[in-house]
């Protein structure tokens, strides 16, 4: 896509209803003032187009989903779709995710996932799985919030093992390829992002884990 491209649709996605850009101000009340109900909050890290943020709301209607990407036009698409679809269980923020505690409160979110991310191979600081950014999550969520993680790059899915046994982390799903699992849970089979479309194209096995914080 052309610079002009990007721009105009960075334009659109500010004015989009659901999308939201380093809004402080709904700290805690992301409940009440954009999903107006009780359910719970799951948020996908760097969900780029929103995949994940789409297909889960999808499915779970009796949950609500917020995509955090700091590109604009990378959330445009996801947050369009949401809107053209009507799917009020569907928000977008545009942050940092190393900023995350500015914008969500204690015992807010529920649930994060984390689809396909940069694996940083040359800065361990830099890595979603990382303990730092892991009690990031936690001052943000209830006590013990689920995480997911799926990736295509066996170093991150081995460094995040090793994080999760270092801090003695219940795993509930651990799989160095889903696709070959006797069972493999709908969401996982039939959701994939737009980077995992590719990996699976060029034969890379895909990792799951789900662990308690």
Known sequence: MGKIGKL??????T???NCYERAAELKGKWATHVFKNNNPITLE????????????AKRFPDRNFIGVD????????????????????VAFHRIMIGNIEDYFAFGEINEFWITFPDPQHAKKRKRLTN???????RNISNPHPIMNLKSDSTRFYEYTLEVIAEQNLEVFENSDDIYQLDAI???LANIQTFYEKIWLEDGKKIKYLKYKL
């Open 70 to 89: 700091i590109k604009g036009n990378r959330i445009w698409k996801g947050a369009k779709y949401a809107l053209e679809n009507n799917m009020h269980n």
């Open 8 to 13: 105009q649709k960075f334009a659109e996605v």
């Open 45 to 56: 890290l760097a969900c780029g187009k929103g995949e994940y943020t789409l297909g889960l």
């Open 15 to 17: 004015a989009f209803s």
């Open 185 to 187: 849970p709908e969401y």
């Open 131 to 137: 303990p730092m950014f892991l009690q990031r999550y």
